[in-house]
């Protein structure tokens, strides 16, 4: 009988082109995703070096971290981005790769960009240098974030040097009620293994509660993988993922989409393969959820109470909460429905898709903004935001008092000019609430689109079950 393969054991096997006796491998890579952010040292190696990009056609760049979010045709004002930003333009032209720059209205955060573009295709390998270059395996492909010199060496040679990980295994059973979003479902997985629970791991993840997700649910669920410290996120391809890739413009066409088909269909893991690690959560039971303290796995019900520094089970577990505490201003057992809010930020790779926005307008349709918050949409791609407009989303969000935003990574992490003020509390629909992710001394709540539209109309965070 042939050995029975889990889902990421296919795809990694499919792409060895040479494995060492110590078991590292050289895989081939065959979508690569580009930022601003961590390839200027790649090029500047190629340069030096006297190289070629290997395969420009399998290479797509996109700026997205350093981009304002206010009219672009001002230019950029900060020095450090407009430098970023205009060198990955001069790189992208002199290497002969595609390129979109943020007057494109296919530019986006490259996590939203690739699916949209039919970049993202099951069964591939796909790098960026990016942590969440896992949000990809919601399409069954295999994933990888990288580092600078790993950007330069898969530019130069479409190969990648890889150890294989580990098989675990999350299973969702249950149907999700309604208020609860795939955004739960993540956090609720997060806090239940850890920040390092998926350490030295690849994560299918696989049940109803996952199979009922739509690609954008998917996105989210495969995004965050990474803050669980797995080392990819992988979802089985399905009717969905076909649906959602059919025509896109780099998606194969005729004859080459029924042979990608059939390929796709392959891509399971075999009944019965081995898992070196399985987890198991019940969709029905998961509420709405929020972050409280500065790791994502610090994670509470909506009906719930900040954790107290006693609650922690040793010295160092009530040290560091006493400090999460404190950063956050919060004094512990408090409710979270009785935290007030100062700003919102609906947007980031996690949550800044056309779902996204659609859920969050139709909570706040008719309602303000509390006088008390600033809010904003960013969405995640210029596609996003003329589809948003054409269902006429903005003027909800515009007439509810929020801001209404130019496409790019924004307040999800302060590396342009939207940020939070030293000691200002957001809820945000991204993905990490470090010290000082959204600006200096900021205050970061993660949660759902529906949870944070819910907060900025009240001002704190309210539960969205208890909204028709
Ligand atoms: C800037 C980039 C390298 C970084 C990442 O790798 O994830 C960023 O996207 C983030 O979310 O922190
Ligand atoms: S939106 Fe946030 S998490 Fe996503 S790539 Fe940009 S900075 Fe990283």
Redesign the pocket.
């Known amino acids: 009988m042939a050995e029975l393969r889990t889902l990421y054991d296919k795809i990694f096997d499919a792409h060895v082109v040479d494995r060492q006796d110590d078991g590292t491998c050289l895989l081939y890579i065959d979508r690569h995703l580009v930022?601003e952010?961590?390839s200027p040292q790649a090029f500047e190696g190629l340069r030096l070096a006297g190289r070629q990009v290997r395969a420009p056609q399998k290479t797509l760049a996109v700026v997205?971290?350093n981009v304002p979010t206010t009219d672009r045709s001002k230019g950029i004002q900060d020095e450090e981005s407009r430098i970023q930003v205009e060198t990955l333009a001069a790189n992208a032209k002199d290497f002969g790769i595609d390129y979109f720059n943020e007057q494109d209205n296919r530019q986006g955060i490259?996590h939203i960009i690739g699916p949209e573009q039919g970049f993202t295709l099951p069964g591939t390998t796909i790098v960026c240098?990016?942590?969440?270059?896992s949000t990809h395996g919601a399409f069954g492909a295999l994933a990888h974030?990288i580092g600078t010199s790993e950007v330069e060496h898969v530019l130069a040679t479409q190969t990648l040097i890889q150890s294989k990980a580990k098989n675990m295994q999350v299973v969702v059973d249950g149907k999700r009620g309604e208020g609860v979003f795939a955004k739960d479902i993540i956090l609720a997985i997060i806090g239940k293994i850890g920040t390092a629970g998926g350490t030295g791991h690849v994560i299918e993840f696989a049940g109803e509660a996952i199979r009922d997700l739509s690609m954008e649910g998917r996105m989210t669920v495969c995004n965050m993988t990474?803050e669980g410290g797995a080392r990819a996120g992988l979802i089985a391809p399905d009717e969905k993922t076909y649906a959602f890739i059919k025509d896109r413009p780099r998606a194969p066409k005729g004859a080459d989409w029924d042979a990608a088909l059939r390929y796709w269909e392959t891509l399971q893991s075999d009944e019965g393969a081995h898992f070196d690690k399985v987890i198991r959560l019940d969709a029905a039971n998961l509420p709405p959820i929020v972050t409280w303290g500065t790791s994502p796995e610090d994670v509470i019900s909506i009906d719930g109470r900040v954790p107290t520094a006693e609650q922690g089970a040793s010295e160092a577990k009530r040290a560091s909460i006493r400090r999460a505490l404190d950063y956050m201003g919060l004094s512990g057992g408090e409710k979270i429905t009785d935290v007030a809010i100062d700003r919102v930020f609906i947007g980031s790779?996690t949550n800044g898709r056309i779902e996204d926005l659609r859920v969050a307008a139709r909570l706040i349709e008719g309602k303000r903004v509390s006088d008390r918050v600033n809010a904003m949409v960013v969405p995640g791609s210029g596609l996003v935001k003329a589809q948003a407009e054409a269902e006429g989303l903005d003027k909800i969000f515009l007439a509810a008092g929020f801001e209404w935003r130019e496409p790019g990574?924004s307040m999800?992490?302060a590396?342009n000019p939207d940020r939070l003020a030293p000691g200002e509390r957001c809820a945000s629909t991204?993905?990490?609430n470090f010290e000082g992710?959204q600006g200096f001394k900021g205050r970061t709540h993660l949660v759902s689109p529906a949870m944070a539209a819910a907060a900025a109309v009240t001002g704190h965070f309210v539960d969205v079950r208890d909204w028709h």
């Open positions: 930022h952010v961590t997205d971290h490259v240098g990016d942590s969440h270059t974030g990474i790779c990574c999800c992490l590396m991204s993905n990490r992710r």
